[in-house]
């Protein structure tokens, strides 16, 4: 390939706008071949000679490749009057180049699941599509060209700021939001981790294009980056195609800064307090850590799983066992540099959180002296590697979460902390404790003197250059078979199953990657009638089936399913409960009969009852001044058309306060003694399993097990109260909420229902490309979401069109005046040609990339065996799409959507 010189770019590269280069014009003849790093369970790098790093992870179960790239670039690196510059810069980059001028136009044909994310050290973009030779090269040129050809426009500057001011408003919004900043903030004495990654308001509104510009060309490039493309791919091809397109991009003469801000060594607990208008009382604790590349870093999260876990936590122990608190979680921030420990409680309002900051204090020091267990600690193990294990069942979850860990130094780390938990013992958890959860090195709030400070040394920066070298990792999970997601083969691949009771089985059998597998079932019991005024109690029964069988405690559920690495969840209603799940093949028979001594001998433990409705009560009171609830709750009641006595009844805050508290033990267990059996279920498994084992343990597991009651489904009808448009008073709220919702009667069997989706996809779907995100948040800048939906029943004729948007409360008018004119547009004057052929592509696409996915799969074939449809009304429903015109379409829009018959309701603190 024929390069222009390093050295004549790298000064053109400061002189010159960025995107007045273009690898369009040069060619590939003297590029050097990429060098071969190492390669780790699958994993290989490669390095580019301008210094790009590459990492490939080939998976050939998945019809997707997901492309990431990651630049060394986070809110740690900004200097003063910076703040929020990396994250700003994130939405800055999806503006455009002069090679692809309008990037959510063409992720949204592609069928793209797109992102960009900013964090401490680290700013990632990336892209999941259908696995294609042309949408793996687009991706490629897409990044490329973006990596230093971006337009960091002053007018998009101009739109995008308000856009992300109001991402700023949102989050001040939340109280754990701001809980946590204020914590951090105090914590962290001069390093950037103290300050939010959104930034301060003042720098997001102030800050000059010039610097923007100036802090893209200095992170943005090559020898900054690495690049992530895992999926369906040809190593050898995509590391040629990588070099073709990033290759010709020169590696900068410039040096990155060097940042060598360290805080200095905690000398005293740190107390902050907030006081704001809100619902919940939360209290928080803190204590700075290690960097993730520090041996401490293993045994510092097992620590921390083993004091928030739920339900076997010591901190959940200490404050929701006891309901001093309703809620506890926390995690560990395992950084580049040295990090924190953090945990927080929500308080119900009743009770103290004076009382609860002592008990979770108390709890932190009880570690140190009431040392932990060896169950303890191979609890917590079991927990964290199971979710890495999960995870190294899919390409797409690994190529995103390798971004954490590059930014954190390097991503073999992700495999060497692995490593490091699974070797971790209790005299660890004895050392880092007594190290790291002293008083001086907490934070909670006020100043104390001390005679005697007991300080803290936290570790110095480990050289990961020599940790990392010749590190080889252990054996790569095995692969799975190359699945075709086309409707056709997977009904061909599908076989259906019938119990004797009635219940319907689905199994696909398919090799996958780690042997894993998922499964999806459901049992439906009752009627409209045997069903009135039980909709609480079977919420809770279905919640509450995990909660604790005749021989197990909540806490021995957990630790089984742990063990035999499977998530699963239990969720339901008063007419059905379903469970969802995912594990690996050799484990299947035993999480299916651990889930069947669940749904037959689930013992509804009075305390566990107890801490759901102190949870729910308590989370339903955080949620009584924020503007989406209010404003979800209030649309909700004006369109709900069921009588107080159904279960479908939607209630008010109040309402439902009251319902929670009235839920006794003695109807959950009743309800679950008469409406509970399999008679009516069906289920779906999907993934590497033994059918004639599987299908033999169903039979054991439903095949005899019937509900008692009469079984009807509850039929839906839409509400016929008259239009409302409504503003809702929130005090000292910065961030609004608009949502506007029409019903009419549609199936999705209605003629319509094809046109009506691809509008509204075109209308208010997409990334960040359809009518109303273009107008609302790209052009004018006033909404950072905004969207649109529509949905129509499969079975009764309950159509639904609903438009939403977060916005500043001033904004109010401009919102209102786009909304209607972006709507009124599409009614009469339609879609063009190119917009109809880009939705088709980017919508047909992104179907093919949900049927890549196992759990996907298992749901649907589920769901089609109650709705007696096969896979195969899928492709029925994509030929009837890609068959419209866009007179069809505007047609069905104009039959169904009325500006005038669309209800309001808006959120905010209007008055001020």
Do not use: C
Request: glycine content about 6%.
């Amino acid at each position: 390939m024929k390069r222009i010189l390093s050295i004549v770019f790298g000064l053109w590269m400061f002189l010159i706008p960025p995107q007045a280069w273009s690898i369009q014009s040069l060619t590939s003849s003297d590029i050097p071949d990429p060098v071969r790093i190492t390669s780790v369970e699958g994993i290989t790098e490669y390095q580019l000679a301008n210094g790009l790093r590459v990492l490939l992870f080939p998976d050939m179960t998945k019809e997707t490749i997901t492309v990431n790239i990651t630049y060394l670039v986070g809110s740690k690196h900004e200097n003063y009057g910076e703040t929020g510059m990396a994250h700003l810069l994130e939405h800055l980059v999806f503006k455009g180049t002069p090679r692809h001028p309008n990037i959510p136009q063409e992720l949204t044909e592609r069928g793209a699941r797109p992102n960009g994310t900013t964090w401490t050290d680290r700013t990632n973009y990336f892209e999941t599509f259908r696995a294609t030779e042309e949408n793996l090269r687009w991706a490629l040129d897409l990044e490329a060209d973006r990596m230093v050809n971006s337009f960091i426009a002053q007018k998009d500057l101009d739109s995008e700021m308000t856009v992300v001011r109001n991402e700023f408003e949102a989050g001040e919004n939340s109280p754990w939001n701001v809980i946590r900043q204020r914590i951090l903030s105090a914590a962290f004495e001069w390093h950037n981790y103290g300050k939010t990654t959104i930034g301060a308001r003042s720098d997001i509104e102030n800050v000059p294009i010039d610097r923007l510009q100036n802090f893209y060309r200095t992170y943005y490039q090559p020898d900054n980056a690495v690049l992530v493309v895992a999926g369906k791919i040809d190593e050898e091809k995509t590391i040629a195609l990588v070099n073709d397109y990033f290759g010709p991009i020169p590696k900068p003469e410039r040096v990155l800064p060097k940042f060598y801000t360290t805080d200095p060594d905690q000398d005293g607990e740190k107390r902050v307090i907030v006081r704001r208008v809100g619902d919940a009382q939360i209290v928080g604790a803190a204590f700075k850590t290690s960097a993730l590349s520090h041996e401490d870093a293993a045994p510092l999260e097992v620590l921390s799983t083993i004091l928030t876990d739920n339900p076997s936590g010591r901190l959940y122990k200490a404050l929701v066992d006891t309901q001093i608190a309703s809620y506890v979680y926390g995690y560990v921030h395992l950084w580049k540099d040295p990090g924190i420990m953090m945990a927080f409680a929500e308080v119900p309002n009743e009770k103290s959180i004076e009382v609860a900051r002592d008990a979770m204090i108390k709890a932190y020091g009880e570690v140190i002296e009431n040392p932990v267990t060896e169950q303890e600690v191979n609890r917590a193990k079991s927990n964290i590697l199971k979710r890495i294990e999960l995870a190294f069942n899919s390409s797409e979850r690994i190529g995103l979460q390798l971004s954490e860990y590059i930014g954190s130094g390097d991503w073999r780390l992700m495999f060497i902390q692995r490593d490091r938990v699974k070797d971790v013992t209790v005299e660890d958890i004895h050392r880092v404790a007594a190290n790291y959860l002293k008083e001086d090195n907490r934070t909670v709030g006020m100043f104390i003197p001390v005679d005697k400070p007991d300080r803290t040394k936290i570790p110095e920066e480990v050289n990961i250059s020599e940790l990392v070298t010749d590190y080889l990792g252990g054996e790569g999970l095995e692969a799975g078979e190359a699945f075709d997601p086309t409707p056709e083969n997977i009904e061909s691949r599908t076989v259906r199953h019938e119990l004797a009771n009635g219940m319907e089985i689905a199994f696909l059998s398919k090799k996958t990657r780690g042997s894993s597998v998922n499964f999806n079932f459901t049992i439906r019991f009752g009627n409209e009638e045997n069903l009135k005024n039980k909709g609480f109690t079977g919420d809770y029964t279905s919640r509450l089936l995990d909660k604790g069988t005749a021989s197990k405690s909540r806490e021995e559920i957990k630790d089984e399913f742990d063990r035999l690495k499977a998530n699963v969840s239990f969720f339901g209603s008063a007419s059905a409960v379903s469970i969802n799940g995912e594990t690996v093949k050799d484990n299947l028979p035993e999480v299916l009969n651990l889930i069947k001594e669940i749904l037959h001998e689930a013992s509804f433990p009075k305390e566990e009852l107890d801490k759901m409705i102190l949870e729910n009560i308590t989370n339903i009171e955080s949620q009584m001044s924020d503007p989406i609830a209010l404003a979800s709750n209030r649309m909700s009641r004006h369109s709900n058309p069921y009588d107080k006595d159904d279960p479908r009844y939607q209630l008010t805050f109040e309402e439902s306060i009251a319902a929670h508290k009235a839920v006794k033990l003695e109807d959950v267990r009743n309800f679950h003694k008469e409406y509970y059996g399999a008679n009516h279920g069906t289920m779906a498994i999907v993934g590497d399993f033994d059918e004639e084992k599987v299908f033999e343990a169903l039979k054991d597991m439903l095949g005899n097990w019937n509900s008692k009651a009469e079984y009807t489904r509850l039929h839906g009808r839409i509400g016929k109260n008259p239009v409302i448009n409504e503003a809702l008073e929130t005090p000292d709220k910065p961030n609004a909420f608009f949502l506007a919702t029409q019903q009419f009667e549609m199936n999705d069997s209605h003629e319509d229902y094809p046109a009506l989706v691809l509008g509204n996809f075109m209308l208010g779907g997409g990334f960040l490309n359809s009518r109303l995100a273009v107008r609302i948040r790209q052009k004018e800048g006033i909404s950072y979401g905004v969207g649109s939906g529509f949905g129509a029943s499969p079975i009764d004729k309950v159509g639904n069109f609903q438009t939403y948007a977060i916005y500043a409360p001033e904004n109010l008018k401009r919102l209102e005046e786009a909304f209607r004119e972006e709507i009124t547009k599409v009614l009469e004057e339609g879609f063009t040609e190119e917009e109809v052929a880009a939705a088709k592509s980017g919508w047909l696409q992104n179907r093919s990339v949900s049927r890549s996915q196992d759990n996907y799969l298992a749901g649907a074939l589920n769901g089609n065996l109650f709705l007696k449809r096969t896979i195969e009304w899928e492709q029925e429903l994509e030929d009837k799409v890609n068959a419209l015109t866009p007179k069809q379409i505007q047609e069905a829009m104009k039959r169904h959507l009325d500006l005038n018959k669309m209800s309001i309701v808006k959120a905010g603190e209007f008055n001020k």
